[in-house]
């Protein structure tokens, strides 16, 4: 988006992420991002000031997504867009409840991933109407997904042992190979707006 020529504020409640975001900018030579730091749940910017509010891959970190998107509905100007691309559950429980069960282990910060319904909800009930929608698997290689989360051997270890006694139901849905890899839906969705 900076890259294109828009104005960008990286919104995170992580310090040591916006210093990643501040550091990639800088050897990007992007001089029109701006970084801030703070809660989803409560946005610092003024009421219908933002053309785009893109979350990636970080609202499953969220404290409270139902109480963080009436505050992105409020900040979007009436012609603005949300969107929101992140990994997404299973509308089978069992499935849900595996994936939130491995998320969890490899990042304590990890909150939920939602289901696509679940979302589709929340946005609608934030006040913004879903106009376009997408979702896709992605393989993790299970090493350098849990070395990028520095996750624990000791977690490591609890997350092969789920994925050991899984059923050949659960093997299948998540395409689990030898070396604990594994596939994840991630969804795109796109809302507006709702008059």
């Not at 969107?83 to 069960?101: G, H, K, R, Y």
């Not at 913004?128 to 849990?146: H, I, Y």
């Not at 596939?183 to 796109?190: C, F, I, S």
Request: net charge negative; aromatic share 8%.
């Amino acid at each position: 988006m900076a890259k294109a020529g828009s104005a960008v504020i990286a919104y995170d409640l992580s310090p040591k992420m916006l210093a990643l975001v501040e550091e990639e900018a800088d050897q990007r030579g992007l001089m029109n991002i701006a970084t801030q730091l703070g809660a989803a749940e409560h946005l610092p910017f003024a009421n219908a000031s933002c053309d785009l509010v893109v979350t990636r891959f970080s609202a499953h970190h969220w404290s409270h997504v139902p109480a963080a998107l009436p505050e992105v509905r409020r900040v979007l100007k009436p012609t603005g867009i949300v969107l929101v691309i992140d990994t997404v559950a299973a509308e089978n429980p069992l499935f849900d409840t595996v994936l939130q069960t491995v998320e969890i282990l490899g990042d304590a910060s990890h909150i939920r991933d939602y289901r696509i319904s679940e979302w589709q909800a929340m946005l609608q009930n934030a006040g913004v109407d879903v106009t376009e929608t997408d979702n896709w698997s992605l393989t993790v290689e299970f090493a350098s997904w849990a070395g990028i989360k520095r996750t624990s051997e000791r977690r490591i270890e609890a997350i092969q042992g789920v994925f050991d006694q899984v059923s050949d139901e659960v093997r299948q849905h998540f395409k689990l190979q030898a070396d604990y890899s594994f596939d994840l839906e991630v969804a795109w969705l796109q809302a507006k707006p709702a008059f």
